[in-house]
């Protein structure tokens, strides 16, 4: 990689960079993660479960309701008109290459990013100005409730994402054993509230270091950084993985394997989402015009795939933690994840799905094969790796 591609894509991660998570809430961003900075930062569904944890009475959430609407007035008016000029400085930062031109679209992102939280602090305070002394009293649950559904899911190391508290209301499995759960979950709450304020104090550090000047490019200083927000959702990821266990630990055999499947699944979206060839062996076996030995054939088919499946993912999401622990920021550029243990599991795993979608090929007929799932593959990880890899070459 070149010295100016490399400063594209240092530019690039730090106007992705979200800023430190104000006590009010919000967030938007991070730096493994996406960005929804041009979002409005409530939603009427979020506002609606704040007014539950508070206990707002009818009148009290037909005011916030109003509140919440001119906010988004506002907001959505002064994101166009941001969203269109970085739009245009994005366009002549590609024509003239000029590094500067780069800088100056993260300090643009960084002032509207301020913009952003000034009319969102000015909406909380707002809401916080209708409550009563008892209701005000809880506003922390809701700063707490707002930081982990708002921030969560920016991260991108494995885990890290995992919200046991939705989880476990998903499944129900409250209902096993609601005393000691409600117990684990509400220390959860706590200990994930503490990782996710330092990760998101982090976050806004580089976002800082990165968009506070046009000095020259440093990259002790840039991989400094990086393993700084490493090791802060390192801390996230590690809450999560503590605290599953717990509850792991107090359901019953048939709800925990439930359970742990989700964790997992949650944890290693890449790892365990659903291929093309695991969804064309459920719809196949659903076909009404399958004949006996075709049925008996997909059906052991679909449970020897499971089986040697399993058996992939599992060391292939050891593999993956791993290498988020180890692997320099300089290796994840030059395709780290596509190469040794991690890369050939990938390639196990891809070469299982072909072999499992050709006998099925063979099995079915041709207007059978027309009814089943079609699309992308969803556990293509190299295709998805190569259209990431064009579209920032692309934006670069």
Known sequence: MTRNRVLGVVAGIAVSVSAPLAQS??????????????????????????????????????????????????????AGEARNRIQRLVEEARESRDRAAWMEIGEYRSEFQDQSEKMEAALFSDLRALLTPEQSERWEDVERTRRRERTMGTGRMSGERVDLIRLTSELDVNQESSGEIDEILGQYELDLDRALLKRNEVYGEIRGQFTGGRGGFDPEAMNDLFEKGREASARVRDVNERYARQVAGVLGEDVRGRFEQRVREASFPQVYRESRVQRSLSAAVGLEDLSEEQSQQIATMRERFQREASAINERLARAWREAEDSMEIREMFRGGFDRG?????????????????????????????????RGEDGGDFRQRGRQRTQRRGEII
């Open 25 to 78: 809430g919000g967030g938007r961003g991070g730096f493994f993660g996406g960005d929804n900075a041009f979002s409005p930062a409530v939603t009427a569904t979020e506002l609606e479960t704040y007014a539950g944890i508070l206990g707002m009475d009818d009148e009290q959430v037909q005011v916030a309701e109003i509140l919440l609407e001119g906010y988004v007035q506002q907001f959505q008016a002064r």
């Open 341 to 373: 243990e991690l890369g050939e599991l990938r390639d196990d795993r891809q070469q299982l799905d072909g072999q499992y979608m050709d006998k099925l090929r063979e099995l079915l007929s041709e207007e059978q094969l027309d009814r089943l799932p």
